[in-house]
Structures are given as C-alpha cells and as structure tokens.
C-alpha cells in the first residue's frame, strides 16, 4: 500500500498491522519526513508533490469517527537513520510519533537495537483485516511491492508479525525509547 494502486484498500479497513524497517509508516509521516524518503532522484519535483500530498491525504483515516486499529511495529533503526542536510526533521518527526501513539487506535511498537537479527529484518509488510474478516497483506522489496491475498500466504505473514511483534518492546516502553531518541537528535 505504498502509493498507487493498492491504496483504495486503507479506507474500509478495521485494522493494519503494520511492520517497517526502513521509514516510518506513511500514515505516521510528517510531511517534510515523507519528502525525504523521495528524494534521491528516483522521482521529480512534480511527482514527489503528488505522492506526498496523497500520503498526507491517506493519514485522515485515522482522524475519522471510526478509525481502523493501527499497530506498527518499527525497527529502532528508523528513529535513529539521520536525515542528512535537514537538521531538526528527526526531532519533529520522533516527537510526531510519540504524540500519535498515544491516541487510542495507535499503538507503536519498536524493536530495540539489541533484539539483533530477527525474522522481520526480510523486509516490510502490511496485514489489513477487513470489515468482513477477510485478510489481504502487502509485502515489499527493492523491485516490487507484492499484493497478497492468498490464505497460506496472509497466514505466513501473520505468524512473522507474531514473532516479530513479540520483538518488539510493549507499547509505553516504546513510546519512552522514541521520546528518549527525539531528544537525541536536539
């Protein structure tokens, strides 16, 4: 559910389940976050505008009366990759983080530097649970972003977010770990 066609699925949602190792979840950017992860040349001024402007306007899900449950679960890498060339965007972005967290549907998790080599480190996805119970992921990598719906391969997927997930720390100690990097980075 990266940008394109996959999306049209984040609106109908009851829950996603959420695994990064390299960015902060779009949902969960700030804008000048979500230009950053653009920049580099693959795309030009005209398309980062479009995408970031369209991730900003995905993240109204979770303002809506009836959100769907986010859960993410985040490397600690993520919060300490720096930004080179933009002083004080880790900061904003680590401390828009701690903020959503708190919100009800919310709930980041983080899984220390010294966890060491677990499964999640083969790459991102996303489990989203359907209103009718149906569940569909996405997996990620360098050259394609899969779309899964496939029952043995959504339940592959679930049993990595598990363990994956029991990496991680429990969500009030991640909340303090994310405000302890922001600080870091002042």
């Known amino acids: 559910m990266r940008d394109g066609r996959t999306h049209h699925h984040h609106r109908h949602r009851v829950s996603l389940r959420w695994f990064e190792l390299a960015y902060v979840p779009g949902l969960l950017q700030t804008e000048r976050y979500a230009r950053a992860t653009l920049a580099g040349g693959r795309f030009d001024a005209e398309d980062v505008d479009r995408i970031v402007a369209s991730r900003l306007e995905r993240q109204a899900i979770l303002q809506r009366p009836r959100p769907p449950q986010l859960i993410a679960v985040l490397d600690e890498a993520v919060l300490r990759r720096p930004v080179l060339d933009q002083p004080g965007l880790m900061v904003e972005q680590c401390e828009?983080?701690?903020?959503?967290?708190?919100?009800?549907?919310?709930?980041?998790?983080?899984?220390?530097?010294?966890?060491?080599?677990?499964?999640?480190?083969?790459?991102?996805?996303?489990?989203?649970?359907?209103?009718?119970?149906?569940?569909?992921?996405?997996?990620?990598?360098?050259?394609?972003?899969?779309?899964?719906?496939?029952?043995?391969?959504?339940?592959?997927?679930?049993?990595?977010?598990?363990?994956?997930?029991?990496?991680?720390?429990?969500?009030?100690?991640?909340?303090?770990?994310?405000?302890?990097?922001?600080?870091s980075w002042t």
């Open 96 to 183: 828009h983080l701690a903020q959503l967290a708190t919100a009800e549907h919310v709930q980041v998790h983080i899984v220390p530097v010294d966890a060491g080599m677990y499964l999640g480190l083969a790459g991102q996805f996303i489990i989203a649970e359907m209103p009718d119970g149906a569940r569909v992921a996405h997996a990620d990598n360098q050259l394609i972003a899969q779309f899964v719906d496939a029952p043995t391969d959504v339940a592959k997927l679930a049993k990595t977010w598990e363990i994956v997930r029991n990496e991680a720390l429990p969500r009030r100690q991640s909340i303090e770990l994310i405000e302890r990097v922001a600080k």
